[in-house]
Each structure stands twice: as C-alpha cells, then as structure tokens.
C-alpha cells in the first residue's frame, strides 16, 4: 500500500551484497575477485546516495588497494615461500630460534607472490562490496526498512551517521578558524582550543536537533529508553563473541553464549513493540526486481558452489553489468534528473 | 486562542520572565519585537513547552492553548496544537527527502498510512512543494527549507505556529517566499501564528499585532502601525515617513510612495551621495579569473575583482551563490584551480599562518570560531602575542568596540552582539590592512548593527580594505562603496553600489524601491542632503 513505484528494497541490496561476498569467497580466483571489485565501482558510480557517499567510497577503494600492498609484502617478506619458481633472491636475515615460522628477506617465488595477491584482492573485493552498498542504501531509508520496535535504535544510529559530515565541516571551519587568529595549525595547546570548539558546535548541534524532535513530538522515557539501549548494546556484543569462538570449532560457550544472545534481543523487541505506536510512512516493498537483483549473486554462488565452474558466475556479473548499464530506477536516481 | 497567564520564568537565580500575560485570537498573527536578551525566544519555548521540560529553570503560571492547559496534557498531545519553526530548520531534519520529512511527525504520532498519504500531498500542495517531493532536503535552497519545516509543522494539523527568527539567515527574496506563505497560511487555515524576528520591516505588514519587549520597559501589545513608532531604531519606512511630515507611518512600500509625494519634491534635482571609489586608489586585494572546485563541481567560475583601499565591497548573491567560498579563497583556504588571488601582492594560498593575520583581520559567520580561552582576559592576551603587538592593545580595542565586558567572563557567555564585538577586536589588534567579515549582521539586533556600520566605516575610513558577504541589502545600502553579486558562482554585476543596487530588483534597499524613480540608497544619505 502507498510504496513507491520506482525504488529498489535496501534490503535487496544488502542481500546482495552479503550473497556477492559468498561468491567472491566461494571462487577464491583473482580474475573473479576483480571482475566483482569492478561491479561494486560500477554500481557506486551510478546509484551513490550522495557526493558524500561516493567520495567514502573511494577512500575505502584507496585503503583495500593499500591492503593488497600491505598482504603482499607481508607474505614474501616474513612468510616462508612457497613454490618453487624464484623471480628473486633478497638477502636474508638469521633469526633467534625462538621465532621460527618467521623469516626475514630470503627467495620470492611466483607461487607466493601470486597467493598473497589473490587472498589480499578477495579480502578487498568482499570490502569494496559492502562498501558499495553502505554508499548506495541511505542509512534514512534503510531505517524505514527496519521492523518499527527496532526504530529508536536504528534512529541513533541515523542521527550519528549523519552526525559525522557536520562534524569534519565543523572541524575543517575551526581549523581555518586558528589558522586566521595566526596560529600554528599543529602544536598542543592549539589542538585542544580546536577540540573545545569542535565539541562545542557539536553539542548546539545535538541540542538544537534534541529540541526539534522535542517539539515534533519524538518524546520517550528516558528510563526505557536507556534500558533498551543497554539490552541492544549487550546482546550485540555477546554475540559478536559468540560468533568469534566459532573459528575454534563448536562449543558449549558457543551455543549458551548465541542463546543468551538472543534472548537479549528479543527481550529488547518485547520492550520495544509494548511501546511503539509508530506507523510508516510509505514504506518500501518488496518487489519482483528486488528478487531479480538478488537472484544474480544467489545463483553465481550456487554455481561455483556445486562445481565451482567460473564461466557461469562470471556470466552471471555481467549480467549485473548489463542491468547497471540498462539502469535500475532508483530514488536517488530520479532525484538527481528532477533536480 | 493562547493564554499566557502571569508567567514568572527563574533560571539560574536569574527572572529571564516576570509576571507576563498575554492573550492572542484566533487567526492573529503575531510579531515579537525586542532586542537580544529581551526574551523574544523564551516566551516562544514557554508557549511551546520546551520551557521548563527541555531548558530547566522554574516556571509558574498557566500556558493555555485552545482551552486546553498545558498542566493537563502529554508532551506529546502538546506537540499537536503548536508546531515550531526555527532559525536553521536544517539541524533539525531528520529524514534525507522532502517527503519523509513532511511526514516524520504523523509517522510519530502513529497516523495511519491512508491519512499520512493524503495529508502529505495536501500540505505539499499547500506550500507549493510538490515538485520538490523527491529531493534531498540538503540540496534546497533555504526559502525552500524553511517552506519544508513549515510543511512538516502543518501535518499534525496544529493550532499554533511559532517562528522563531525564521528569516535570518535567508536574503531578502526568500524571506518574503517565507512570509508570504505564512501570511496566507494565517487567511486560509486561520492558523494562529507567533513570529520573532530582529529584521521587523520583513513582516511587519503582515502582522496584526506587535508585543514590544525591552530589558528595561514593561512589555506592550500595540498595533503595528503605533508600533513602529515605539522601536527603539524606527524602520526606514517610517523615518522616511517622518522626513515627508507624514502624519501616519506607512507598512508597505506602496502606502509610503503615497505619503512620500512632498520629499520626492524636495530632492528633485539634488544628487544622492555617489561614494565613488577614484580609479587612482590602490587595489589592495585582487582575484583574477579564479575558478575553485569542490566535490568535481565548480563552485566559482572564473570570478574577477579587484579591492581598492579604504573602500567597503558587500558580495552578496542568493544563499549558496559562493559569497562565502569567495571570501574563503581571498584568503587562501580554497586553492584556486584556475586564475589567482592576491593579497598586497602575495599570492594567498601560500601565506603562512603568522604572514596572514598581519595582512587581514578576519570575522568569520560564527566569531566563536575564533576564540581560543577560558576568560575574556586569556583571549586578548593571546591575541596580542600572536599578532606581535603591545600587551593590552586588544583590550583597550574591545573596551571601544563593545563596553561593560567583564574580564573574568567565559567568551562564549557573551550575547551575540558582544561575541562580534570580540571577534572585531581580534581581528583589528594587529592593524591589518584588510578586514573580511562574513554574514556579520545574522542575529544582530538593530543596536548591534547601528554599531557595526559606525565601526566598519570607521575602518575604511583609515584606510582599510573592508570586504562583507552579506544578503543584508540594509547593510550594503548604508555603508558599501562598492557591490559585487554573484550567482550560482559567477559574477553577475559589479560596480558602485549606487548603480548595482538601485538597478536591482532583488536587491534594492527599502529607500530605493520608496523613492523610485531617484535613486537614493539610505535614509541617512536622503537626511544628509536635506539639512
């Protein structure tokens, strides 16, 4: 009811992202990680939310690149090497006995060149992915997306997200600021002045916003509204626990911990639904095209899956490819042909 | 409608408010005149229950809107009968589109989809928003922002609306797009609506009514045309009034040009003041063919001019036309792709830190930017040692600039006027032949400003460069020599301001527009000649 016709479910999105990270893991190949990174560019470039979204998602694509480096001159300067095709020879130094397993220098072999290579652009090109996504979903409409007793902490989150372009306008102002008094842009004593300013604005910022939900009737108790937050906090810490002992293999700390963990959560959705008494304002819904957007990186990873053949999965990006070409509709899109 | 009943406000061992009442029809639309610190912006967060619950402090006394007691209710069914509109809506949007923000306040209040959807598009409609449904809220302009916030009061169908200086930050055209509708909301909704706001000759003919607030005098509702004979600076229509012997003040430019017949006689063949800058004067500041990118837009597109010593140059242009961007590359913090900027011969971007506060004084939009201390003492103090200047020179200034400052205060616990007061004098201890000030007059009661043009005229009349942005048409009309109006970051005209300003329509002073077909730009340079 009242959705609007010509936006793409963030959900959608997200699922897609999450099924391109399988596949990009499942392949484990350099020419398929590449081909993937060049999709996620692909789908920034056309469908980014905003200047800002796009200009995070180059620093993110300038750091992954800097991860790549970083994996590789790791692995052929301490790793041992494996292989046998030396392209060269470093000279080597002689470690103390007690830490064997990491060399110094020593032969660089084709085989670890090209491993290190390979693990560092998958590690990117799962990042870039998801990078894409953050920039292409505005955190406003995946809010709208959210279940409504999951609404006021999605809503911090929103309000921080958006919080922090104002901050580095408010710190980038400041620093002119010292800059016209004269001042040395570095040293200490100049640095927490800035700092005071830069929390100062952002404290009327905050109050500013706080008064405005104030007055449009965003009222809440304080009390539930901090014992929701702790619930949300802690589940979401436990399980990122739990989740991380998953490496050592399954166990009984593993499966209490996920438990209380959800527990956590659903108290935190209980306590939340018994007050919300918010509705929505035409919401997104789920459309067949939100299926097909999913569908294309579902069924790559399946195939590479099952018989981890390539060619299909690489048939399927282009033709995301060729959808990004074609173009989806999308809000943002429509946006910027109005404006 | 509203019925403030005897209401004593205390914060912090201070009365902000004492035993006021005040009673307001239905469909009255209210103007709130006073200076800073007179309590213009308390009395709306009383009325709209930020006071006490938000702010803190102790109130007594009844706040009824509609018959109905704020005692009585929720804060949330309050929200419902009054809706607020500030200074800045932007800092308090919460969705990214215009549509979902109009409806954030029904989404709140739980309405059903249906009627969300329905009294979406009528207050879309209303406010003559509906080509701009689909756009991000930050790429408007801020007329349209304000008509947003506006929107999104209005859904929740209230009964009051309160403005608390809605009109400061915008230029004049998108005030009166603001005031104008408001206006109209007040015919056709019979919405009843509560304005404060320093720049009264914006609304005042809209207004039905004018409580007069003063730190010292008793606060008084009077009619608009009584009261602008009661402000403590007359609007320039009235004066203007006043010079014809015109028995009556006139509200709008129309009624003066009637009244004004007799003064138009008197100056037929007298020639307004031309405050002509010689050709001869040298150019102290200078940007040629300068283009500056941001985010791969090109915010300023080869802009050219030049800055004569001992002259005042107002850049103004809509909001976001690039006045401010302008002001930031004349001093190097936008490096220039193309073209240059140039201080006294040095190239600006490479000045460094301790070259350029020698060089230019400067005044950014918000002073506190500026300070650096914990008492106002600290802060002269280091002023003095970073200009390389004798110990007390920046006092003494700020004790010229702005009297009766406490040494021992916390800068930031001046009043808006006082803080600009501070940021002049920082800027001007070091002598430096140029002075940049930007939106200097945002927030500015009329005293701050009549104080204002006396020091920035004295400055030029020392020989220094001054240079403003501003979209106080006011301002320029009274001070500048020399105008510059840029449009979406271009040049658009340049020239004396007697030329460019009388020509304009956008930016014509209210003097101009009253004594069309003359050209005379201020009620002073018009007194002047008289006498």
Same mark, same amino acid.
């Given at each position: 009811?009242?959705?609007?016709?010509?936006?793409?479910?963030?959900?959608?999105?997200?699922?897609?992202?999450?099924?391109?990270?399988?596949?990009?893991?499942?392949?484990?190949?350099?020419?398929?990680?590449?081909?993937?990174?060049?999709?996620?560019?692909?789908?920034?470039?056309?469908?980014? +939310?905003?200047?800002?979204?796009?200009?995070?998602?180059? @620093?993110?694509?300038?750091?992954?690149?800097?991860?790549?480096?970083?994996?590789?001159?790791?692995?052929? @300067?301490?790793? +041992?090497?494996?292989?046998?095709?030396?392209?060269?020879?470093?000279?080597?130094?002689? @470690?103390?006995?007690?830490?064997?397993?990491?060399?110094?220098?020593?032969?660089?072999?084709?085989?670890?060149?090209?491993?290190?290579?390979?693990?560092?652009?998958?590690?990117?090109?799962?990042?870039?992915?998801?990078?894409?996504?953050?920039?292409?979903?505005?955190?406003?409409? %995946?809010?709208?997306?959210?279940?409504?007793?999951?609404?006021?902490?999605?809503?911090?989150?929103?309000?921080? %997200?958006?919080?922090?372009?104002?901050?580095?306008?408010?710190?980038?102002?400041?620093?002119?600021?010292?800059?016209?008094?004269?001042?040395? %842009?570095?040293?200490?004593?100049?640095?927490?002045?800035?700092?005071?300013?830069?929390?100062?604005?952002?404290?009327?910022?905050?109050?500013?916003?706080?008064?405005?939900?104030?007055?449009?009737? +965003?009222?809440?108790?304080?009390?539930?509204?901090?014992?929701?937050?702790?619930?949300?906090?802690?589940?979401? @810490?436990?399980?990122?626990?739990?989740?991380?002992?998953?490496?050592?293999?399954?166990?009984?700390?593993?499966?209490?911990?996920?438990?209380?963990?959800?527990?956590?959560?659903?108290?935190?959705?209980?306590?939340?639904?018994?007050?919300?008494?918010?509705?929505? +304002?035409?919401?997104?819904?789920?459309?067949?095209?939100?299926?097909?957007?999913?569908?294309?990186?579902?069924?790559?990873?399946?195939?590479?899956?099952?018989?981890?053949?390539?060619?299909?999965?690489?048939?399927?990006?282009?033709?995301?490819?060729?959808?990004?070409?074609?173009?989806?509709?999308?809000?943002?899109?429509?946006?910027?042909?109005?404006? | 409608?509203?019925?403030?009943?005897?209401? /004593?406000?205390?914060?912090?061992?201070?009365?902000?408010?004492?035993?006021?009442?005040?009673?307001?029809?239905?469909?009255?639309?209210?103007?709130?005149?006073?200076?800073?610190?007179?309590?213009?912006?308390?009395?709306?967060?009383?009325?709209?229950?930020?006071?006490?619950?938000?702010?803190?402090?102790?109130?007594?006394?009844?706040?009824?809107?509609?018959?109905?007691?704020?005692?009585?209710?929720?804060?949330?069914?309050?929200?419902?009968?009054?809706?607020?509109?500030?200074?800045?809506?932007?800092?308090?949007?919460?969705?990214?589109?215009?549509?979902?923000?109009?409806?954030?306040?029904?989404?709140?209040?739980?309405?059903?989809?249906?009627?969300?959807?329905?009294?979406?598009?009528?207050?879309?409609?209303?406010?003559?928003?509906?080509?701009?449904?689909?756009?991000?809220?930050?790429?408007?302009?801020?007329?349209?922002?304000?008509?947003?916030?506006?929107?999104?009061?209005? /859904?929740?169908?209230? =009964?009051?609306?309160?403005?608390?200086?809605?009109?400061?930050?915008?230029?004049?055209?998108?005030?009166?797009?603001?005031?104008?509708?408001?206006?109209?909301?007040?015919?056709?909704?019979?919405?009843?609506?509560?304005?404060?706001?320093? =720049?009264?000759?914006?609304?005042?003919?809209?207004?039905?009514?004018?409580?007069?607030?003063?730190?010292?005098?008793?606060?008084?509702?009077?009619?608009?045309?009584?009261?602008?004979?009661?402000?403590?600076?007359?609007?320039?229509?009235?004066?203007?009034?006043?010079?014809?012997?015109?028995?009556?003040?006139?509200?709008?430019?129309?009624?003066?040009?009637?009244?004004?017949?007799?003064?138009?006689?008197?100056?037929?063949?007298?020639?307004?003041?031309?405050?002509?800058?010689?050709?001869?004067?040298?150019?102290?500041?200078?940007?040629?063919?300068?283009?500056?990118?941001?985010?791969?837009?090109?915010?300023?597109?080869?802009?050219?001019?030049?800055?004569?010593?001992?002259?005042?140059?107002?850049?103004?242009?809509?909001?976001?036309?690039?006045?401010?961007?302008?002001?930031?590359?004349?001093?190097?913090?936008?490096?220039?792709?193309?073209?240059? $900027?140039?201080?006294?011969?040095?190239?600006?971007?490479?000045?460094?830190?301790?070259?350029?506060?020698?060089?230019?004084?400067?005044?950014?939009?918000?002073?506190?930017?500026?300070?650096?201390?914990?008492?106002?003492?600290?802060?002269?103090?280091?002023?003095?040692?970073?200009?390389?200047?004798?110990?007390?020179?920046?006092?003494?200034?700020?004790?010229?600039?702005?009297?009766?400052?406490?040494?021992?205060?916390?800068? =930031?616990?001046?009043?808006?006027?006082?803080?600009?007061?501070?940021?002049?004098?920082?800027?001007?201890?070091?002598?430096?032949?140029?002075?940049?000030?930007?939106?200097?007059? =945002?927030?500015?009661?009329?005293?701050?400003?009549?104080?204002?043009?006396?020091?920035?005229?004295?400055?030029?009349?020392?020989?220094? /460069?001054?240079?403003?942005?501003?979209?106080?048409?006011?301002?320029?009309?009274?001070?500048?020599?020399?105008?510059?109006?840029?449009?979406?970051?271009?040049?658009? $005209?340049?020239?004396?301001?007697?030329?460019?300003?009388?020509?304009?329509?956008?930016?014509?002073?209210?003097?101009?527009?009253?004594?069309?077909?003359?050209?005379?730009?201020?009620?002073?340079?018009?007194?002047?000649?008289?006498?």
């Amino acid at each position: 009811m009242h959705s609007r016709p010509d936006s793409q479910h963030p959900a959608a999105w997200w699922v897609f992202a999450a099924a391109q990270a399988i596949a990009i893991t499942a392949a484990n190949a350099l020419g398929f990680s590449v081909a993937a990174a060049l999709c996620a560019a692909l789908l920034v470039n056309r469908f980014a +939310y905003s200047e800002l979204a796009r200009r995070n998602f180059r @620093l993110i694509a300038m750091a992954t690149l800097a991860l790549i480096g970083l994996r590789v001159i790791f692995q052929n @300067l301490f790793g +041992y090497p494996m292989g046998s095709h030396v392209i060269l020879h470093l000279p080597s130094a002689q @470690l103390p006995s007690w830490l064997a397993g990491i060399r110094l220098g020593g032969a660089i072999t084709s085989e670890s060149l090209l491993f290190a290579l390979n693990d560092g652009t998958r590690i990117a090109a799962i990042a870039l992915t998801f990078a894409a996504i953050a920039s292409i979903t505005s955190p406003t409409r %995946v809010l709208r997306a959210l279940p409504v007793s999951l609404h006021s902490a999605g809503m911090l989150l929103v309000i921080a %997200v958006t919080f922090l372009p104002h901050l580095l306008a408010d710190v980038s102002r400041i620093r002119n600021a010292a800059r016209w008094r004269g001042q040395r %842009v570095r040293g200490l004593r100049t640095l927490s002045a800035q700092l005071i300013n830069v929390a100062e604005s952002a404290l009327d910022r905050s109050v500013t916003l706080a008064a405005a939900l104030n007055t449009r009737g +965003y009222i809440q108790s304080a009390g539930s509204a901090r014992l929701r937050a702790g619930l949300l906090i802690g589940s979401i @810490l436990l399980l990122s626990f739990t989740t991380s002992t998953i490496t050592f293999g399954i166990s009984p700390v593993t499966v209490i911990g996920s438990g209380l963990s959800l527990a956590l959560m659903w108290m935190n959705l209980d306590a939340s639904s018994r007050e919300a008494t918010r509705t929505r +304002y035409r919401p997104d819904q789920w459309a067949p095209r939100d299926t097909a957007l999913v569908a294309i990186p579902v069924a790559a990873a399946a195939i590479i899956a099952a018989d981890s053949s390539l060619w299909p999965a690489a048939a399927t990006l282009l033709a995301v490819a060729l959808a990004i070409l074609k173009g989806f509709p999308t809000r943002s899109n429509t946006a910027a042909v109005t404006s | 409608m509203i019925q403030l009943n005897k209401i /004593t406000f205390n914060y912090s061992h201070t009365e902000v408010v004492h035993d006021f009442s005040l009673s307001i029809q239905e469909g009255e639309l209210l103007l709130i005149a006073g200076p800073t610190g007179s309590g213009k912006s308390t009395i709306l967060n009383v009325i709209n229950g930020l006071v006490p619950e938000f702010t803190g402090g102790s109130l007594s006394g009844s706040v009824r809107i509609d018959g109905v007691d704020r005692a009585t209710v929720s804060a949330s069914e309050w929200s419902r009968l009054v809706a607020t509109v500030t200074q800045s809506p932007i800092d308090g949007f919460v969705a990214d589109v215009v549509e979902d923000e109009i409806a954030f306040g029904m989404e709140t209040h739980g309405f059903s989809p249906d009627a969300m959807r329905q009294r979406v598009e009528e207050v879309l409609d209303l406010l003559g928003l509906s080509d701009l449904r689909n756009r991000h809220i930050a790429t408007l302009s801020g007329g349209q922002q304000q008509r947003v916030a506006i929107a999104a009061a209005l /859904t929740l169908q209230p =009964r009051v609306l309160l403005m608390d200086e809605p009109t400061s930050a915008l230029d004049p055209t998108a005030a009166d797009e603001v005031f104008s509708t408001v206006h109209r909301l007040v015919h056709d909704l019979g919405l009843t609506v509560i304005v404060a706001e320093h =720049r009264i000759e914006r609304i005042i003919h809209y207004a039905d009514s004018v409580l007069l607030l003063d730190t010292e005098k008793a606060p008084i509702v009077l009619a608009p045309e009584v009261a602008v004979e009661h402000l403590p600076t007359a609007p320039a229509l009235t004066q203007l009034a006043r010079l014809a012997g015109a028995e009556k003040s006139p509200l709008t430019v129309r009624d003066a040009r009637k009244v004004v017949e007799p003064l138009r006689q008197l100056l037929q063949g007298q020639t307004p003041p031309l405050r002509l800058i010689s050709t001869e004067t040298p150019v102290v500041v200078e940007v040629s063919n300068a283009s500056v990118m941001r985010d791969r837009n090109e915010i300023l597109k080869s802009v050219s001019a030049q800055f004569k010593r001992g002259s005042i140059t107002a850049l103004m242009g809509r909001n976001g036309a690039g006045k401010s961007t302008l002001l930031h590359t004349l001093i190097g913090d936008f490096e220039t792709v193309r073209g240059s $900027a140039v201080i006294k011969g040095k190239v600006a971007s490479t000045l460094q830190p301790a070259e350029l506060v020698n060089l230019v004084g400067i005044v950014p939009q918000q002073p506190s930017d500026l300070f650096l201390c914990d008492r106002i003492s600290d802060e002269c103090r280091t002023s003095d040692k970073l200009r390389n200047v004798a110990a007390g020179t920046t006092r003494a200034l700020l004790a010229l600039l702005s009297p009766a400052i406490d040494d021992a205060q916390h800068p =930031r616990d001046l009043s808006e006027g006082q803080r600009l007061g501070l940021a002049l004098a920082i800027a001007l201890a070091g002598n430096p032949p140029v002075l940049l000030l930007d939106e200097p007059t =945002r927030g500015l009661d009329s005293a701050g400003k009549l104080k204002l043009i006396e020091i920035l005229t004295a400055a030029a009349a020392d020989g220094r /460069t001054v240079i403003l942005a501003t979209h106080d048409v006011e301002l320029a009309a009274e001070i500048a020599d020399e105008v510059v109006v840029l449009s979406e970051g271009e040049v658009v $005209a340049a020239g004396p301001a007697a030329d460019v300003l009388t020509a304009s329509t956008m930016f014509a002073p209210i003097t101009t527009k009253v004594l069309a077909p003359l050209r005379w730009l201020s009620v002073n340079d018009v007194r002047a000649s008289l006498n």
